[in-house]
């Protein structure tokens, strides 16, 4: 949790910068957009990720099982 607030102010100190002063409300607000925007960026990127990892198990499922045909065949 110290880590999550520590860097929920360095990004509103950030904001707070390149904005300017244009009240606290709105900085929080534009901030968590912000982050939640991260979080869902990062998360399709996982999901993705995942995705293709289901499909390598997959395709290696198939190659190990063309092996045992093979083997079986011979």
Request: a positive charge; aromatic letters at 8%; hydrophobic letters at 30%.
């Amino acid at each position: 949790m110290d880590e999550l607030s520590l860097h929920l102010n360095n990004r509103f100190n950030k904001l707070k910068n390149d904005l300017g002063n244009i009240g606290e409300n709105k900085l929080l607000l534009i901030t968590s957009i912000k982050i939640m925007d991260e979080y869902f960026e990062t998360k399709k990127k996982i999901d993705q990720k995942k995705q293709e990892l289901r499909d390598l198990s997959n395709k290696f499922r198939e190659l190990r099982s063309l092996v045992y045909e093979y083997k079986d065949k011979k």
